[in-house]
């Protein structure tokens, strides 16, 4: 599997932040594991050519559970 860059730099700083700042790195590395094309590849497409990839129902699902989410709005 090729290694990726995030696309963005992780610096020190003396700001409060919240609590859920390391899940944009959770999902970085999620990308990097190649899960879209995973999903996509594993999960049925939607019937509807309009509808979502799986990928883009499961990703943020898989990003609100690691932050401790418990439901869908």
Do not use: W
Not at 6 to 12: G, H, Q, Y
Not at 27 to 33: F, N, P, Q, T
Not at 52 to 73: A, C, K, Q
Request: net charge negative; with cysteine.
């Amino acid at each position: 599997m090729p290694q990726t860059i995030l696309s963005f730099d992780i610096e020190t700083t003396n700001e409060k932040l919240t609590p859920r700042a390391g899940v944009a790195i959770f999902g970085e590395y999620l990308k990097g594991m190649n899960l879209e094309h995973l999903c996509n590849t594993n999960i049925p497409l939607a019937k509807h050519p309009n509808g979502y990839d799986p990928f883009e129902f499961i990703y943020p699902l898989i990003l609100m559970l690691h932050s401790s989410g418990r439901v869908l709005d």
